[in-house]
């Protein structure tokens, strides 16, 4: 009990975990030049990702991923994919491993990343096999009961609130890239994780969990699609309050949120039609200060118009929308955006 707070800094675990770094960048950058160095690279950062230090262990999670990604570049045949199928599985049986077991927040954070980064490479057949454990793990940090969420900080301990913002960003971070290589498939694992994420939500979690969990369920229902129209009375009283929010990110989150909602969940969306439009029209009065929120807000609205014109009182939204553009920040907008455009005048709308 009394060596409990021992720290140990020495030169020696700095140079240990930059030499653990510049392995990972060597393959990230030199992919299949690197092809003769994996074997024992791949022995030295699995050694690394249990090391005593966190700090060794931080850089040892993110080169298995340039390993990975080095092992990739090689062209293929039967040999090597075979090798990189057991090189996934080592590395994403640790990446779990860290998830559940790990004591370091940043660690796992990275670990999480990882995985996130590896199903937009690989696609959903590499980790199919992986869906269940990974799909427990993340239920665990969303719920807070890993082992790095036990772990007193320094003696500080403010309960709840106090869960760091770096590790829940890229526990929020999952949700999505599941949903992506999943898609309307991630539907009942999205069920057991919606009730344990919405708990940001409420008080008195602060206002960037709250806008976290609006950006991941706008994301969720822009990947998952129609089995989105279940969560929406949960969802949309959430994201119609954060349109209102003081914080400029929050109103952000939100416009994009009520758009993918009313994009992907068809009529369920319908009776909020004209709440939506009311709390987005404040986003386009010169009050509004922030030009991406703006931008956000037209992206609602063109989703709306695309999926129910009938619904929109256009002579009263257009001239609105058509002030606010062009876009002027947030640019990943412009699809929705213009596209609307495009298919108002190409079906010869009157308005």
Known sequence: PRVRNISVRTGVLDEKAAATQAIGFFALHTKSAYAPYLEESLKILIKHSGYFHEDVRLQAIISLKHILTALRAIPAHPDILEKQKDVLDTIMNIYIKTMTEDDDKEVVAQACMSVADIMKDCGFAAVELYMPRLAEATLALLHQESCCQQVESDGEDDGDIDHDEVLMDAV???????????????????AKLFDPLMKFAKSPHPPQDKTMVVA?????????????????????????????????????????????????????????????????????ANS?????????????????????????????????????????????????VYSCLCNLLLSSHPQ
């Open 288 to 336: 509004e200060q922030d030009l991406a929120v703006r931008d956000n807000a037209a992206g609602a609205i063109a989703r709306m118009i695309m999926v129910q014109p009938q619904s929109i009182p256009l002579n009263q939204v257009l001239p609105v929308f058509i002030k606010a553009l062009p876009l002027k920040e947030d640019h990943e907008e412009s699809m929705a």
């Open 216 to 284: 991941t369920l706008a994301e969720v229902a822009q990947e998952m699609g129609a089995p989105i129209s279940a969560y929406v009375d949960k969802i949309m009283p959430l994201a119609l309050k954060e349109l209102a929010s003081s914080e400029a990110t929050n109103r952000r989150n939100a416009a994009f949120c009520v758009g993918e909602l009313c994009k992907n969940s068809g009529a369920a969306a319908l009776k909020y039609y004209p709440d939506i439009l009311q709390g987005l029209h404040r986003l386009f």
């Open 172 to 190: 929020s971070d999952l949700l999505p890239a599941f949903a992506k290589v999943m898609r309307s498939y991630f539907d009942p694992i999205f």
